[in-house]
């Protein structure tokens, strides 16, 4: 026991923090009276439980990659496939707009965002048939929010510039409009599926990650 003891305690083995530790409560509970002993395998524990937390971190980090790498292909699937059911074939210019903004999106962290309100948008009109007002709001030049139907217009080819998105970022009030009769329904909606909502300046908000979104209403023509 002595021999094995001082063998560990002068070389430099590589172990396992579970087997260390149990390695210091032997020690404290035959050697209590041995200082030395007990000081360098607490110290030596210290390294270990520094080791540790460092490799737990590095892990952490690298799932938060692969999360984060799992939402922008997600994104990117689903961006491309939109536009092909608009009839937009794979050297399509605009599939190679679309390819850029992804990206762009992804370094401004708003993959998880987008991806978000895609789907309060598809459960909306899934469940109440209301659909986003075409040619309104500040989703109408993003490649990517007309092919995932956040936005629409009459044809992409009368499109405006495409969208800026660290302007977009920047003024972080972003507007999506719904027909009045709907917009608290949309709301409720909204609500009811654990999306948080708030109220801005008198009007609706949905909050997400990095951005807000501001439900307004379209006015009845009659108006």
Do not use: C
Not at 12 to 27: G, K, L, Q, R
Not at 61 to 78: G, N
Not at 107 to 136: A, M, Y
Not at 190 to 207: E, V
Request: net charge neutral; no cysteine.
């Amino acid at each position: 026991m002595w021999k094995y003891l001082k063998l560990i305690t002068h070389g430099d083995f590589i172990v396992t923090y579970a087997e260390f530790s149990h390695i210091i409560v032997v020690i404290l509970l035959e050697y209590a009276q041995n200082h030395h002993f007990f000081f360098v395998y607490i110290e030596r524990s210290s390294k270990f439980r520094i080791g540790n937390h460092m490799a737990k971190k590095q892990n952490q980090k690298r799932k938060q990659e692969l999360a984060e790498r799992s939402l922008v292909e997600s994104l990117s699937f689903q961006v491309h496939y939109g536009l092909k059911m608009m009839g937009r074939e794979a050297d399509d210019l605009f599939q190679q707009l679309a390819d850029a903004e992804v990206n762009f999106i992804s370094e401004l962290g708003l993959t998880q965002d987008i991806l978000s309100l895609k789907s309060l948008v598809e459960g909306v009109k899934k469940d109440l048939q209301v659909e986003p007002t075409p040619e309104k709001g500040d989703f109408v030049t993003s490649v990517s929010a007309i092919a995932l139907g956040i936005a629409s217009i009459p044809s992409l080819d009368s499109m405006k510039l495409p969208a800026n998105w660290e302007e977009l970022v920047k003024k972080r009030m972003l507007e999506i409009f719904y027909p009045e009769d709907n917009r608290k329904l949309v709301l409720q909606w909204a609500k009811q599926h654990g999306f948080s909502t708030s109220t801005y300046l008198g009007q609706p908000i949905i909050k997400f990650g990095k951005i807000y979104v501001v439900v307004k209403r379209t006015r009845n023509e009659s108006e």
